[in-house]
Nanobody
Framework: QVQLVESGGGFAQAGGSLRLSCAAS????????MGWYRQAPGNQRDMVAL???????NYADSVKGRFAISRDNAKNTVYLQMNSLKPDDTAVYYC?????????????WGQGTQVTVSS
């Protein structure tokens, strides 16, 4: 099992910045992709940003140029720097870690951290 602990959510004004962190512990060997998803009330959970163990990144179009994902493999920690925040970024942000074992993908999720952006 992998445990993911998120931190760094909170309140920001439009145009402001927040930084999220997510630390993985437990049986974290073999995790390849880590990333962030978000879910606003009444909406599905959507991908925000992903990063592979080699540093390849992928962003949702809505956050490109504003958010930056990074990863410290030695600490099993992933970060999300969020700049130029908009009210539409308000959501619960979930950390995700994924690994594939014998062609089966396993996903692990954090408990979620609230991000609220006021206009």
């Amino acid at each position: 099992q992998v445990q993911l602990v998120e931190s760094g959510g909170g309140f920001a004004q439009a145009g402001g910045s927040l930084r999220l962190s997510c630390a993985a512990s437990g049986s974290s060997f073999g995790i390849n992709t880590m990333g962030w998803y978000r879910q606003a009330p009444g909406n599905q959970r959507d991908m925000v940003a992903l990063i592979s163990s080699r540093g390849t990144t992928n962003y949702a179009d809505s956050v490109k140029g504003r958010f930056a994902i990074s990863r410290d493999n030695a600490k099993n920690t992933v970060y999300l720097q969020m700049n130029s925040l908009k009210p539409d970024d308000t959501a619960v942000y979930y950390c995700n870690a994924a690994r594939t074992v014998l062609a089966t993908r396993y996903d692990y999720w954090g408990q979620g951290t609230q991000v609220t952006v006021s206009s």
